[in-house]
């Protein structure tokens, strides 16, 4: 309505999300595309194309050397999936690229126009994923006999600008060292979810982190592996767990971003 008591009102369709724009929140907030969001921050950080191409390069190596080492098979639990009359065996990512090369990123077009800097080469790919975890107190585990993987130590969410939601990490990471009195320093692996490299760059650099940090998906990421929504959160969470027990490590850190504006962190310890 336009006035207190008028009685011309108009109904947003919002079912399907952005497919139907609520015309209040276009004019408050924007609407822009998951893409668009990670450009926007790409100007505002100064994220050159080159760095973000060299970004995806290096998330793709590095899936490509995890799975070649078996780390990534120890988070698999093979699905059979029917093929016509037959059927196969699904036991690893087909997602990853670990073949592409710099000069290959540096030839693809950009997403949003020729002075965009966002690709199909430096985003994260859309693919169907599932992740499972089993969140469980002491008394819990110790009644079925489980053994856990890690400890959670805390947790935080923030809200950012819609335009820039993939800057949520930062506040998040933020809160949640505030909260349990811990610095970057004490965690041993960080875990960053990479919807665009020019995302995750731009939390990096936010928090003072070298784009190339070995401690900072070092498994690579969802630009090689894929962005499966629903299942990326809890993939970070898993990939950290498993990583503190295969290198005996202490302390993980897992954050991502959120659309709409929202970041989440999650500290964990091994257990």
Not at 35 to 57: C, K, M, P, V
Not at 72 to 97: K, N, W, Y
Not at 220 to 248: D, K, N
Request: net charge negative; proline share 3%; with cysteine.
């Amino acid at each position: 309505a336009d006035t207190a008591f008028g009685r011309e009102q108009e109904l947003e369709d919002s079912t399907l999300g952005w497919r139907f724009i609520n015309s209040a929140m276009q004019a408050r907030y924007g609407v822009d595309s998951m893409t668009q969001t990670a450009d926007n921050l790409a100007r505002e950080h100064g994220i050159s194309r080159a760095f973000q191409d060299a970004y995806a390069w290096r998330s793709q190596q590095r899936t490509a050397h995890a799975q070649a080492q078996g780390w990534l098979a120890e988070e698999i639990t093979p699905v059979r999936v029917a093929q016509g009359m037959e059927s196969i065996t699904v036991s690893e990512d087909e997602h990853p690229r670990p073949d592409v090369t710099p000069a290959q990123l540096a030839k693809l077009k950009p997403l949003l126009g020729a002075d965009s800097s966002i690709t199909a080469g430096n985003a994260s790919g859309l693919n169907d994923g599932a992740c499972a975890l089993l969140l469980g107190s002491a008394a819990a585990l110790h009644t079925h006999g489980l053994q856990p993987l890690a400890r959670v130590i805390g947790m935080a969410a923030a809200g950012v600008a819609p335009r820039v939601m993939g800057i949520g990490p930062v506040s998040a990471i933020h809160r949640l060292l505030a909260r349990t009195g811990l610095r970057l320093g004490d965690f041993d692996r960080i875990e960053i979810n990479e919807a665009f490299a020019a995302q995750v760059l731009a939390c990096t650099r936010s928090l003072g982190l070298a784009d190339d940090a070995e401690h900072i998906n070092g498994n690579g990421g969802a630009i090689a592996l894929g962005h499966p929504l629903g299942a990326s959160g809890a993939r970070l969470v898993m990939t950290a767990a498993y990583a503190l027990r295969r290198q005996q490590q202490s302390r993980a850190l897992v954050s991502l971003c959120v659309g709409v504006g929202q970041g989440v962190a999650l500290a964990i310890e091994r257990a």
